[in-house]
């Protein structure tokens, strides 16, 4: 096989590599610097825990949509941009 053929393929394949490192890290949106439990928003079994008014204690046991107790965390900021989303409380990320 000719050498230089190979050391081309070698080459490229590693640009090819590297281009798609770079394209894939900037895909990735920056993660949030804190979030913010979000009331009156989870759907029915979506919620992030227990219940503001303490009916429960644990996640996915919200029994209706939009209930005012219970809650989802999001991106700090983002709650108030969402009909009926009220923060309950801010909490800075891991």
């Known amino acids: 096989m000719n050498k230089k ?3 081309d393929s070698a080459i490229a394949t590693i ?9 894939q890290a900037q895909a990735v949106p920056d993660q949030p ?6 009331a009156g ?3 029915a079994g979506k919620n992030d825990c227990g219940a ?3 009916k429960h204690g644990c996640a996915g046991q919200a029994t209706v949509d939009n209930d005012d107790t219970e ?3 999001v ?3 983002t709650c108030a941009k969402i009909t009926g989303g009220v ?5 800075p990320a891991k």
Do not use: N, R
């Open 33 to 38: 610097k804190e979030w913010e439990k979000c």
């Open 41 to 43: 928003i989870a759907k």
């Open 52 to 54: 503001l008014d303490g």
């Open 75 to 77: 991106p700090g900021g």
């Open 87 to 91: 923060v309950a409380k801010v909490k």
């Open 5 to 7: 053929l190979v050391v």
């Open 71 to 73: 809650w989802v965390y």
């Open 15 to 23: 640009f090819s590599v590297g281009m798609l490192a770079v394209t």
